[in-house]
C-alpha cells in the first residue's frame, strides 16, 4: 500500500475539518473537543488490545518530497514546513519532527485498537465539525446582515424612551463635622454652636468662599480638598458614603447656590449648598448610542440565527416522543463546596 501523505489530525476529521490549521477563532473549538480524542489515543494501547499495525520495512531514508515516514504515513516537506510555521517557536526542527512522528504512530496504534470507531470519539469529532460549520456559515451568513443602520437605531431609540430616562440629580458641596457617638450632650450643644457660626458665614458669601470654609472646617478627608463636592446624587439612592438625611435636605434645595440648615445625621454635623440639579427627563440619543448599537446588533443577530437553525432544519424529518422526553430525568445541579471560612481574628 503507498504511504498516504502526513497531514495531522485534523485532516482526518469527517468532512476533511481542519482543525489544526484553522484559524484562530476555531481554536476554542479544538480545545474543547479534541483534546480528549487525543487522550483517548495516548492510552489506546492499554486500553484496547489488538492488532498492532505492520511497519513496512525499510533499508533507505525517505526519497523526495518525504521528510519521514511512520508506517503508512508520510510526513511531506509542506506539512513540516506548515507545522514549523504554526508554532512559531525556537524550537529545533529534530525535536518538531519527533513530535509529528510520535502523533502518527499513537494515531496508527489507535485506530488499530479500534478507536476510530469508539463512540465517545466519534460524538467529539461530530461536534468539532458540527462547531466548524456553524460557526462558518453564521459568519458569512448572519454576520453582515447583523450590521446597524442608523434607522435602526432611532427607531430604538423612540420605541424604547422608557429605558433611557434620566432620574433627576443633584450635586451639592458639604461642611462635615464628625460628632463621636460618645460625645456629652454638652460636647454636642458646643459643636452645633460652632456650625451654626460656619453657617452664619457661609451665608455671607459665595460659591469660592464656600469651598474655602470647607478647607477650613470639614472634617470629611475626601472632599475637603475638592470644595466638599458630593458628586451627583440620585434622591432616595442608597449611598454608601452620604446619608439619607443629607440627600434628602440637599434635594430640598431649589437653586444653585442655596444653603440647608445644619442637618443633624447619624455621623455628624453638615451644612450643605446646592451646585447643580437636573429635573428628569430622557438622555440624549447621543448618550446612549453604544448601548443602542450593541443592543440592536444583539437582537439582530438571535433573529438571523433562530432562520438560520430552522433553514438547516428543513427538509428533515424531525418526530420527538414527548413522553419518553418528560421520564427522564434531569441532572440536579452540583453545588460547588467552598472550604469553610477562618474564623475571624
Known sequence: MAPRPYCGLAS??????????????????FALFCGPLLLFFLVACDR???????????????EGDAVAVVGEAVITREAFQAELNRRGDVRSKES?????IRFEALL?????AGYDHDPAVVAGVNRVIVAR????????????????????????????ADKFVRPERARAAVIFWRVPS??????????RER???????????????????VQKYSEDQATRYSGGDTGWLRRDENSARWDAMLIDRIFALARPGDLSPVISTEN?????RLKERTPTGVLPLDEVRDRIEYAVSQEKRRQLEEQFFDRMKAGFRIEVNRRLLQSIQAPTPVVEKRPPSMPPG
Request: proline share 8%.
Open 182 to 191: 460618645k460625645a456629652t450632650p454638652e460636647k454636642k450643644s458646643e459643636l
Open 268 to 272: 455628624g454635623l453638615s451644612i450643605a
Open 48 to 62: 484496547k488490545p489488538g492488532a498492532q499495525p505492520r511497519a513496512e520495512p525499510r533499508t533507505t531514508a525517505p
Open 195 to 213: 456650625a451654626e457660626t460656619v453657617l452664619t458665614e457661609a451665608r455671607k458669601t459665595d460659591a469660592a468662599g464656600f469651598g474655602l470654609l
Open 133 to 160: 460549520f456553524q460557526e462558518d456559515q453564521l459568519a458569512k451568513h448572519v454576520g453582515p446582515q447583523s450590521m446597524v443602520r442608523e434607522e435602526d437605531v432611532r427607531d430604538y431609540y423612540q420605541k424604547n
Open 96 to 100: 518538531v519532527l519527533e513530535e509529528m
Open 12 to 29: 482526518r476529521l469527517p468532512g476533511n475539518a481542519r482543525v489544526a490549521s484553522c484559524p484562530k477563532r476555531s481554536i476554542r473549538f
Open 108 to 112: 496508527a496504534r489507535a485506530k488499530a
